[in-house]
């Protein structure tokens, strides 16, 4: 296969990933000349790849993996992605030394993935991780094998790295998210939710944080293409007109709005609100979890205009406000919980603490007007 130095093409590039235990700095660079064409890993492409610790020179690794390349078949769609269980003690979550079949989107590997980008067929590239944010990791963390590594500065970014390579050997055809159809962006919406709540229940949270944040901007993408529902659930809504009312009245749809409406794998609008309200919920948590307050309250504030009925939403809200101190916000949160469930005790003991806190505030405002005029 012909090769070629491309114009422009960044030799190094660089990004923060999620990982078990937190987050991780990933620096990738080409590995001898790039290769033709523009035939590269996209959402739910199959690819068959090594991932090797770099310790080998550049000229001997790329020797190695050329006689690899002609010794192995290429992958075939109808193949199944390698099964490699996920643990919380390694950041990298593929086997070494030996081919495996990776498929983009489904969150196996996020470091893999992201080195992915890009590549073609027959490529190399050389990767270092590094701990990015030591303090939102465990002191002691573990290096890509599981190899327990002691983090003695407090960073992270020196003390804790490893180098690899990864070798693409053939990938499946995949899409761009614009590519495809609304049926297929709501199977992948609802496949990034499945596994945000899988990692979630496992402590995994910036990676679940990382499957929601992926399933809310295809969600996006889906707005005006839900599907409407059937007539005779519009019949029962009280929309039984006279026949020439009902044909001045309803509106124009194009084709594609017409296909979508008889699609049954594409949401209806109320489906859509209320799984999109869910991602922003779950992301809240997981934000309120990390410490990112701000990022909590935004996404809670997203979640309770999407589904005002959500209970859970406001809770998050009433809980991200209190945190940051926004009391009237909190109470306004928390009692809106009362109104939808009368009953909910976790609320009304939230209510008490955010009342205890405004008494507080109120008691040391006066104290200090008094001062002031006394």
């Known amino acids: 296969m012909t090769t070629v130095q491309v ?19 990933v620096r990738r660079r ?48 109808s193949e199944q992605a390698t099964s490699h269980p996920r643990s919380q003690d390694s950041v990298l979550q593929l086997p070494l030394d030996e081919w495996c079949l990776l498929r983009m989107g489904e969150g196996q590997c996020d470091i893999t993935e992201g080195c992915l ?135 124009c749809f194009d084709q594609e709005n017409e296909q979508a409406g008889a699609d049954i794998s594409i949401p209806t609008e109320e489906e859509y609100k209320i799984v999109k309200a869910e991602l922003h919920c779950n992301l809240s948590l997981c934000q309120f979890k990390l410490g990112q307050l701000g990022k909590s309250r935004n996404s809670s504030i997203k979640a309770t205009e999407l589904n005002p009925k959500s209970s859970k939403a406001w809770y998050r809200l009433g809980q991200a406000c209190l945190q940051l101190g926004e009391l009237e916000e909190s109470h306004m949160a928390f009692g809106k919980i009362l109104e939808l469930q009368p009953d909910s005790a976790s609320a009304r003991t939230a209510l008490k603490q955010v009342n205890s806190k405004l008494k507080d505030l109120d008691s040391k405002l006066g104290q200090r007007l008094s001062k002031m005029f006394n």
């Open 117 to 251: 980008e890009g590549m073609k067929a027959g490529e190399m590239c050389e990767f270092t991780i590094s701990a990015w944010n030591a303090s939102n990791c465990k002191s002691a963390g573990s290096d890509a094998n599981g190899t327990q590594t002691e983090n003695t500065t407090g960073q992270g970014s020196s003390q804790q790295s490893d180098c690899f390579t990864l070798q693409l050997h053939s990938l499946t055809p995949g899409q761009e998210s614009w590519q495809m159809t609304p049926g297929e962006k709501w199977a992948w919406v609802r496949s990034h939710k499945q596994r945000g709540g899988q990692r979630f229940g496992k402590g995994y949270i910036w990676g679940a944080a990382d499957c929601y944040c992926r399933a809310v901007k295809l969600a996006i993408t889906l707005n005006g293409k839900t599907r409407r529902k059937p007539v005779d659930e519009v019949s029962k809504e009280g929309m039984e007109e006279e026949d020439d009312d009902d044909a001045a009245l309803t509106p």
């Open 7 to 25: 114009p422009g093409t960044p030799r190094e590039t660089s990004w923060i990933s999620a990982c078990p235990g937190g987050l991780w700095e």
């Open 30 to 77: 080409w590995l001898g000349e790039r290769q033709r064409g523009d035939f590269t890993p996209m959402l739910g492409s199959l690819c068959k790849v090594k991932v090797r610790r770099s310790t080998a020179t550049e000229g001997e690794t790329q020797h190695t993996a050329s006689q690899e390349q002609e010794s192995t078949a290429s992958v075939d769609s």
